[in-house]
């Protein structure tokens, strides 16, 4: 029980702490059915500020889950990543490659097209 109470802060904490293993350790959590919603959650909002392709294609996964609260966060996350990097603070020196942002636009416009036609 104590366990279920620690991940989501635990997840919320993970990428300062430890940047080099935070997506895969993020992505097992928030892709884990078994986990608590809250969990998943938390791991889900932490994706966005790693700015890889690896997160594009593990938020663009999550778009499928059964889970109604996971698919919606992941398309929020899509959302912050699509921003201009101008945008948010700090990910313009995390993100080498000034066309990510246009590149996650385009995922989450396509996922949107796909889920709502």
Do not use: W, Y
Request: proline share 8%; hydrophobic share 50%; net charge negative.
């Amino acid at each position: 029980m104590g366990g279920s109470r620690l991940a989501a802060p635990c997840a919320a904490r993970l990428p300062a702490l430890d940047p080099e293993t935070a997506f895969e350790a993020l992505q097992t959590l928030a892709t884990d059915g078994d986990r608590p919603v809250e969990a998943r959650l938390a791991a889900i909002r932490q994706l966005p500020p790693l700015a890889n392709e690896a997160v594009i294609t593990a938020l663009t996964a999550l778009t499928d889950d059964p889970v109604q609260q996971v698919r919606a966060a992941a398309l929020a996350a899509f959302a912050e990543l699509a921003r201009e990097p101008d945008d948010l603070e700090g990910l313009r020196d995390r993100v080498a490659d000034a066309r990510f942002p246009k590149r996650a636009k385009a995922t989450l416009m396509s996922l949107i097209e796909e889920h709502f036609e």
